[in-house]
């Protein structure tokens, strides 16, 4: 379906205030254009008799005058019909994008970047806003406006009314050769600025970074680069709307106007009667008014094109495959998971995990350890359903993940990450993400759990202190033990610790030591760790290469083995005795 059709089917959605503004506009038109005749009248029958009738002339005026206050009051009804149809599409719209955003999978966002998805949401449903705020307005009351002015002309001269209608065929022919060009140009515009947003973004989210190596005129080069690609496309436009706005209307202005100086010219000398001057006057008030709705219509034309290429924009957005938030729920499971002859591959064929066998059986600690890019994030993936496998089968109590909704799946699952991520709100609000289930008291005992009572005792508002974006004013330390309170609050049957003590401190990691102790039995715990020395206590310790396993075996099997994990932990052993 086409971006038009489809924007069309959103605005039906909405059609009441829609079509409720277009039967004001018709009638406003139809008000403002009886006034002319009652002009032509005027002049015709009071100006130029012999004797004027100044009662009758006044009655008229009044009658013109109230005619003129009933179309300002219902163009005055038809805007704000328009406008409240118009914002109900976009905020319908925009809604959908988000919503949709929750249902694309994870793979989606490592392709693109946050700010492109961010300029899709915001600056291109704005276009889209305009254009039925803007475009739609203007086209309705210029299309309804000249539909009206020609059925006058016909009604006050055939002839003249039929020279005028040159005018449309010229007007449409201008919008294709228009568009051919001007759709090129905006693709550009807004996929550059698209990248502006992504670089702004990017450049705020690694701004200690760029001070650090001294690399800020480099980052200001690059978007002055971007930022000059765009400044020279929205010239192109600019140069291209300059000849097809007030020129296009002005040339046919006085062309339609020569037409009429020759067309009346010619009656006045030949044989028939002139034409009054009450007709000469309405039929001059009309091609005014005719012209004034053309020249709103070629000036829509840029905004136009620029609402549909950011509607393919969104559209395009849209049509990704995503899957419906189910709302099913299932019963605590138990955690005991099973990787059957499991391979996996971000793109075709290269694999990053192949042919993983092994179990986690309830209550047990599993820990994965390995090089970088072994393996160990990718099982994380899969089992958070983010990624499916390629091949194989991911069991958890018996059943295959997959006949499972990811929403279902994760409901009794928990997650830290080595970076945690904290929203904006308060401590608490982070901690139960506004759960209703999680109650404060409940918030507060996560948080004993973890030991994040002793680290956050020096905050004056405690659980209630301000979390801005990231959780930037607040150490790694205790962004991490907010995470870990956020895990323990939702009572995981399978929790996930994917690096989650290697950014804190000793102590901190200690607290966290044994909290987890307590907090591990009765639920299934899968742990990725550089820290071999806190994966000890491990029921088994799965050694990734390369997404195989090579080792598997509790902490002394693997030592007394003497293969990678014991070079690991010797290694990791000797560099602390250094230290």
Do not use: C
Request: charged letters at 20%; hydrophobic letters at 45%.
């Amino acid at each position: 379906m086409s971006t038009s059709k489809r924007l069309y089917h959103y605005a039906m959605k909405y059609k009441k205030p829609i079509f409720t503004g277009l039967g004001l506009l018709t009638l406003a038109v139809i008000v403002d254009l009886i006034g002319p005749f009652i002009a032509k009248y005027i002049i015709d029958t009071q100006i130029t008799a012999e004797q004027i009738n100044f009662v009758v002339i006044a009655q008229l005026l009044a009658v013109f005058f109230g005619l003129q206050v009933a179309a300002a009051i219902f163009r005055y009804f038809m805007f704000i019909q328009l406008q409240i149809g118009a914002n109900r599409i976009v905020q319908r719209l925009r809604n959908d994008v988000f919503e949709h955003i929750q249902r694309v999978p994870v793979k989606y966002f490592d392709n693109l970047p946050a700010g492109k998805i961010v300029a899709r949401v915001t600056n291109d449903t704005e276009a889209i806003r305009n254009l039925y705020v803007q475009v739609l307005s203007q086209f309705a009351t210029s299309i309804i406006s000249i539909a009206g002015v020609y059925v006058a002309l016909f009604i006050l001269d055939m002839r003249l009314a039929a020279m005028a209608l040159v005018v449309i065929p010229i007007v449409y022919i201008w919008m294709i050769g228009y568009r051919k060009y001007a759709s090129q140009y905006n693709h550009i515009v807004r996929t550059k600025l698209a990248d502006m947003n992504a670089m702004i973004n990017e450049s705020i989210q690694g701004m200690s970074i760029i001070q650090a190596f001294r690399r800020e005129k480099q980052m200001a080069a690059e978007f002055d680069e971007m930022n000059q690609s765009h400044y020279t496309y929205q010239s192109k436009l600019l140069k291209l709307d300059s000849a097809t706005s007030f020129n296009l209307v002005f040339v046919l202005r006085n062309m339609m106007f020569l037409g009429f100086i020759l067309y009346f010219g010619s009656i006045s000398i030949g044989t028939e009667a002139a034409v009054t001057a009450g007709t000469l006057y309405a039929f001059v008030d009309y091609i005014t008014r005719l012209f004034n709705p053309l020249t709103g219509i070629v000036n829509q034309f840029s905004q136009l094109e620029r609402s549909l290429v950011a509607g393919t924009r969104v559209f395009e957005l849209l049509d990704e495959t995503g899957e419906q938030v189910s709302d099913a729920r299932i019963k605590r499971y138990q955690g005991n998971v099973v990787f059957d002859n499991v391979w996996f591959a971000y793109k075709e064929e290269e694999y990053v995990l192949k042919n993983l066998n092994f179990y986690a059986k309830k209550g047990e600690t599993v820990a994965l350890v390995g090089h970088t890019g072994s393996g160990k994030s990718s099982i994380m993936n899969l089992l958070f359903r983010f990624y499916d496998p390629t091949k194989g089968t991911i069991y958890i109590d018996g059943v295959d993940m997959t006949s499972l909704s990811r929403q279902a799946v994760r409901e009794h699952m928990g997650i830290v990450l080595q970076d945690p991520y904290l929203f904006t709100g308060t401590i608490a609000s982070n901690i139960s993400l506004d759960d209703p289930k999680i109650t404060r008291e409940r918030i507060v005992q996560a948080m004993e759990a973890v030991g994040g009572d002793r680290v956050l005792k020096n905050l004056e508002l405690g659980l209630d202190t301000p979390v801005v974006e990231k959780g930037s004013t607040l150490s790694s330390g205790q962004r991490q033990l907010i995470s870990f309170a956020r895990a323990l609050a939702f009572d995981p049957a399978i929790l996930i610790l994917d690096e989650a003590t290697s950014n804190i401190d000793t102590e901190t990691e200690e607290l966290i030591q044994h909290a987890m102790d307590v907090l591990k039995k009765g639920r299934t715990t899968f742990i990725i760790a550089h820290r071999l020395s806190t994966i000890k206590n491990a029921n088994r310790i799965l050694v990734l290469d390369k997404g195989e396993i090579v080792e598997n075996g509790t902490h002394d099997e693997l030592v007394a083995l003497g293969g990678q994990y014991e070079k690991m932990y010797r290694l990791q052993a000797g560099t602390a005795q250094l230290a």
